[in-house]
């Protein structure tokens, strides 16, 4: 571990006086000022990834390195001791530099704290508008699910799968929604990650998953694939070719999880593909129940989509307070566990794998990053109102697997448009506020709630 520590922060080094040296040698200012319409996106996007690797000094930055790669370490070990006592040292340490390093950017950027680690995932939005959307969706989820009846009942698998049988599904499905295996490939591991680059990209799905709940990883998953293989790709490595954010990577992976698996008119196809093609008789109306219902749990990745919200709000707030030190780490359990009362009335205990050890994310210094999973299922509300009122026959095509027309449609207005879109206002209302509206909207009647 010490080995690879020292070789991912040399690594982080080079690229850092490699940027560094780039910013000397050019006057963005000076080319922002005199650019042109079509270049302005280009030296803006630029001029942003060099500010956001090297605002940071190299002293800190190796120990971030040092501080995430041992604590990301000590996380994988303890979390499967449950070995909070061990571990919170580690984050601890973590923790300090993060604050050191907001200190560094804010005081760069003239950003808040939280708002100058926010702008790294998410650029342009800032806590005053993030805050009041949570603030309005804990409300409007802690109510919902309240007054829901909650799932007693799962759906039965039929008959056992092998790895070659989920695999051959997984790659079926995969592709129906556009995976293009000749820049790609899809292999199996302990979770599911998509990485890459538009010429290959590699799809890792969890291999101890059941069959239903490997199905919407799968689609997942090769939203946020798709989203790499049709990115823009000329000038090869230029920062306006790159993702737009990570809050919108997360929209199309979640437009293709929720918005189109979960949609009854797929489940139609879906049933019909399971049975007839790999012998797993399911109806509709089963594959409706297991993936639209309220399923209150302690553990994120298993939740429903709107205690997903309340889970993610959780850690915000939490997050938030270590970064501004109203709390410490060795507080965390204990605030944890009050949080998770009382947004979804229930508790870890002392079973920290369920509470505060459950995530990697504060291992790896991703703070900040959180919100971009609710604000992933915000924008993917309204890309999904906006390809609807245009194809207004998307329930034919979803019954007859028929993807093609929305992959094309985001192939359109997102993939291939990469970082030039500066403003993200097609999801927020005119007062510039994000707009949870749809998505509420959506997932009410979702959930028949």
Not at 41 to 55: A, G, I, K, M, N
Not at 183 to 211: M, N, Q
Not at 345 to 356: E, I, Q, V
Request: net charge negative; proline share 4%; with cysteine.
């Amino acid at each position: 571990m010490a080995a690879r520590t020292q070789s991912v922060a040399a690594l982080n080094a080079l690229r850092r006086d490699n940027l560094v040296d780039l910013m000397k040698s050019c006057d963005l200012p000076a080319a922002l000022r005199c650019a042109t319409t079509h270049d302005e996106s280009r030296f803006r996007e630029v001029d942003r990834y060099l500010r956001c690797h090297t605002t940071v000094p190299a002293e800190l930055q190796d120990r971030k390195t040092r501080a995430t790669s041992r604590a990301e370490s000590i996380w994988a070990d303890c979390r499967t001791r449950n070995d909070w006592e061990r571990y919170a040292p580690a984050l601890s340490a973590v923790v300090e530099v993060i604050r050191l390093e907001a200190q560094c950017r804010a005081e760069a950027t003239g950003l808040e704290l939280y708002d100058s680690l926010l702008d790294i995932h998410e650029p342009g939005l800032r806590l005053a508008q993030l805050k009041p959307a949570f603030d309005e969706l804990k409300a409007w989820a802690i109510d919902i699910l309240a007054n829901s009846k909650h799932a007693s009942t799962a759906v039965a698998q039929r008959q056992p799968f092998t790895i070659d049988d989920k695999e051959k599904l997984f790659l079926d499905i995969s592709c129906v929604f556009g995976f293009d295996l000749t820049r790609g490939r899809i292999d199996f591991g302990e979770h599911p990650f998509c990485a890459g680059v538009p010429e290959d990209t590699r799809l890792i799905l969890k291999k101890d998953s059941s069959i239903l709940n490997g199905l919407l990883e799968v689609i997942h998953e090769t939203g946020h694939a798709c989203y790499e293989q049709n990115l823009p790709t000329s000038p090869r490595g230029h920062p306006i070719n790159l993702p737009r954010s990570v809050g919108v990577h997360e929209s199309q992976s979640l437009f293709f999880e929720t918005m189109i698996g979960r949609h009854p008119a797929f489940l139609t196809y879906l049933s019909r593909i399971l049975s007839d093609k790999h012998k797993l008789p399911i109806s509709a109306d089963e594959l409706n129940l297991h993936y639209n219902q309220t399923n209150l749990g302690l553990i994120r990745t298993d939740s429903d989509e709107i205690s997903y919200i309340l889970h993610i709000i959780l850690r915000f707030e939490l997050e938030l307070k270590l970064l501004n030190r109203e709390i410490e780490v060795s507080d965390l359990p204990k605030h944890w566990n009050v949080l998770s009362i009382d947004y979804l009335g229930l508790s870890a205990g002392n079973d920290f794998r369920l509470g505060c050890m459950q995530d990697i994310h504060w291992s790896l210094g991703l703070f900040g990053y959180f919100p971009c999973y609710i604000l992933g299922q915000i924008y993917a509300a309204h890309l999904f109102n906006q390809f609807t009122a245009s194809h207004p026959e998307y329930p034919s095509d979803f019954c007859n697997g028929n993807i093609r027309p929305a992959f094309n449609w985001l192939k359109e207005h997102i993939w291939s448009r990469g970082s030039h879109d500066k403003e993200l206002s097609v999801f927020m209302s005119h007062e510039k506020k994000l707009d949870t509206r749809l998505l509420r909207y959506l997932l009410e009647n979702r959930y028949k709630t």
